[in-house]
C-alpha cells in the first residue's frame, strides 16, 4: 500500500505542479488530490519536503523508458532498428519516425515539461534531473543515427550541434502546441513539421558527401 500511495502522490504533484506551478500547488492540495486527508501530513510519510517530492516525481517520471529504452543500450543501431520497421522507406521516412518517438516522449513526460518550461521557481537540482536523465538523451540518440547515416570521413562534422539544433525544433514545436491548448498556431501538423526537420538532415547529410567529395 505505501508504494501505492507513493505513486499517486507523484502522479497527482506532477500533475498539478504542471497544470498550477510548483510554487502554487500546496501539500494540501496534493494529499486530497491522492486520495489522502488533506493538511493531515500523510505525504511527509513519504516525502521529506515539497522540495524532495519535486525532484523525486521528476526523476520517477524521466526514467520511465518505455520504448526509448533500446536507444540507451551501447550496441543499438538505430538505423538497423528503422530499417526493420520499415525496410522499404526512405530516410526522411525513418528518421521522421524517430523524430515522432521523441515527440512523444515530450507528450509523454507533458507535466515534466510544463513544470521546467513555465516554471522559474523550481530549483537547480531538478534542471539538472531533466539534463541528464532526459534532453541528454535524446540529443544523443538523434547523434547516433545521424553518425550512423554519415560517410566515415564526413564524422569530423559538427553533428553533435546539428543534433541539439533538431532536437530543439522538436521540443520548440511541443512546448507551442502545448501553450495554444494543443494544436500548432501555424496549423502544421506534427508529421509535416517533423518531416520537414528530416528533410533538413538528409540535405544537410548530402551537402556533407559533397564537400567530402571535393
Known amino acids: 500500500m505505501s ?3 507513493r505513486e499517486r502522490i507523484i502522479g497527482e504533484a506532477l500533475r498539478l505542479f504542471g497544470e498550477q506551478g510548483f510554487a502554487r500547488t500546496t501539500v494540501t492540495q496534493i494529499e486530497r488530490a491522492a486520495g489522502l486527508s488533506g493538511g493531515a501530513g500523510g505525504l511527509y510519510r513519504h516525502f521529506r519536503s515539497k522540495d524532495e517530492l519535486l525532484v523525486e516525481a521528476v526523476r520517477s517520471r524521466l526514467t520511465e523508458r518505455g520504448e526509448w529504452a533500446p536507444f ?3 550496441d543499438f543501431s538505430i538505423m538497423s532498428w528503422l530499417d526493420s520497421l520499415a525496410p ?3 530516410t526522411v521516412d525513418k528518421l521522421t519516425m524517430l523524430f515522432h518517438i521523441g515527440l512523444g516522449r515530450l507528450e509523454h513526460d507533458r507535466d515534466v515539461n510544463r513544470i521546467l518550461m513555465r516554471d522559474n521557481s523550481i530549483g537547480t537540482d531538478v534542471l539538472e534531473v531533466f539534463r541528464r ?3 541528454l538523451v535524446f540529443v544523443k540518440a538523434v547523434l547516433r543515427g545521424l553518425l550512423e547515416l554519415t560517410e566515415p570521413d564526413a564524422r569530423d562534422q559538427d553533428w ?3 543534433s541539439a539544433v533538431f532536437v530543439g525544433a ?3 514545436y511541443w512546448l507551442i502546441s502545448d501553450t495554444f491548448g494543443g494544436d500548432h498556431p501555424t496549423a502544421v501538423d506534427p508529421d509535416r513539421y517533423l518531416r520537414a526537420i528530416a528533410e533538413l538532415v538528409v540535405a544537410r547529410l548530402r551537402w556533407t558527401d559533397t ?3 571535393g
Open 160 to 162: 553533435e550541434a546539428a
Open 133 to 135: 536523465e532526459e534532453y
Open 211 to 213: 564537400q567530402g567529395e
Open 72 to 74: 540507451l543500450a551501447p
Open 170 to 172: 522538436i521540443a520548440h
Open 3 to 5: 508504494g501505492s500511495t
Open 88 to 90: 522499404q522507406s526512405s
